[in-house]
Every structure is written in structure tokens, then in C-alpha cells.
């Protein structure tokens, strides 16, 4: 009997030292899945308090941007004209990446105004381009003048979507226009198309048609006369009638 528990002893490890804490050689480990599925015990885990009313819950306030005043035009004739060329400021020149820029000398006799570029000028870079320029140079030459004697520009330094403009951007572009007159002191004006007729003399371009206008520049007043687009004149052939009407009154007296 004895023999035998030795036996069941040295088979249970007893007769061996292996450490100050006894072991448990014959004790089966939980299974790993059984221990991961026992849940932690939380200490003092405080209750998850409901959501505030979403009036209660403090609201972000958005940033208001400031409001941005006029834009101030250089009254320097070299620094208008390349304030022109380069400034983000120039109304109208968000239309378009291609700005087309005037032509020309301050105090020219003639100065050619129009609303913006068509779009055979955005092409060429350059006002009054392809067959219209044509037609336009032949006009001039009826009256004794050439583009090259004249200030050639539009308004818009780039053409909108479509020719057509929002009304937002209406009050600037009639604040650049006089002040693009004030700067340009040309002796006589004519005015090409409706567009920049009903901005720079307040009649459609049928009313003004035939008739020596006085436009009121900077104290005093310029004579001008208005005549539909090249572009126009070429699409409907029979207007040119009204336009000749027009540009003789620069002949009158003279």
C-alpha cells in the first residue's frame, strides 16, 4: 500500500521542488474561449445621460464674411490700363480665363465702344475680329477713319455666358464705364450694339438709331452715335441703312 501511494505521488509530482507556491499539475486550464466569453466587471460605471433637446445643444455660429465695398479704379491711365489686364477686382473679368484688352491711345478723336468681346475676338484676342472687323473697317473708312486712329475697347474685358450679364453685376460695370470715359477724354464716341447703347446712353439701340446723342461725361458732353454690332449688320444686311444713318451725323458740319 505504501509502495503504492509513493508510486501515485512521484506520478503527481510531489516528490519534486519546483517553486515556494504549489502547482496544480493535474489541474485542467479554463478553455480560452470560455475565459473570453466572461464579462469584465465595470466598476462605478456612471449612466449614459440622454441627448439635449436640439434646442438646448449649443449651436455653431457660421463665419460672416465681410461685405466687400466697391472697387476702387486706378484713375492713372497706364495703371487702368494694366489693372485691366491683371486685376481679379475688374468687373466682368470673372466670365471668362481670356480677357481681350483695348486698344489704343488716351484722347484719340474717335473712341469704339463696345458691351465685351464676341466670340471670334476671344478667339484672335483681339476686339472687332474676323469677317466683323472687315465690315467695321469699311465703316470707319465712310467717315474718313481708320481703327488705327481710334481707342478700340469694350466694357467687359471678357464676353458672359451666352452675352447676357446677371443684374448684380450691373452697377459696376456702369461705374467702369464712366470712369473708363473719364480716363480715355475721347473727342467723339460710338457705340456698338444694344448692350452697351442701353448702359452708356439709356435708349435701345432702335431709339438711338439715326440721332446725334450728347452723353454726359465728367461735367460735360460727348458726342456719340450708335450703330448695331458688326456681327449684326452681317446676319441682317438690311440694317446697315441705319447704320450709315448714324454715322454720316459725324460728317455733319464738317
Known sequence: MAESYSDWWSLAGVDMLVGEEPAGWLAMPPANDVAAAKPKRVVN???????LPAALQRQEVPETAEPKGPVVF?????????????????????????????VG???????????WPEIDDQRDGTLFAGPAGKLLDAM????????????????????????????????????LLW???????PGRLLLIGGDVVRMAAGLPLPDA?????????????????????????????AQKAAAWDSLKLFNRGR
Open 45 to 51: 460605471a456612471e449612466p449614459e445621460l440622454p441627448p
Open 74 to 102: 486706378p484713375d492713372d491711365w497706364t495703371e487702368f490700363q494694366s489693372w485691366l489686364a491683371t486685376s481679379d477686382d475688374v468687373p466682368g473679368s470673372q466670365w471668362d480665363a481670356r480677357r481681350v484688352l483695348p
Open 105 to 115: 491711345d488716351a484722347g484719340a478723336p474717335l473712341m469704339l465702344l463696345t458691351a
Open 140 to 175: 470707319l473708312q465712310a467717315i474718313g477713319k481708320a481703327r488705327g486712329d481710334c481707342y478700340v475697347a469694350s466694357l467687359a474685358v471678357t464676353r458672359p455666358a451666352g452675352g447676357r450679364y446677371d443684374g448684380e453685376e450691373a452697377a459696376e460695370l456702369d461705374r
Open 179 to 185: 470712369h473708363h470715359l473719364k480716363l480715355a477724354k
Open 209 to 237: 438709331r439715326g440721332k446725334l446723342l450728347n452723353i454726359n461725361q465728367d461735367g460735360g458732353k460727348m458726342e456719340a452715335v450708335a450703330v448695331a454690332h458688326p456681327t449684326m449688320l452681317l446676319a441682317r444686311p
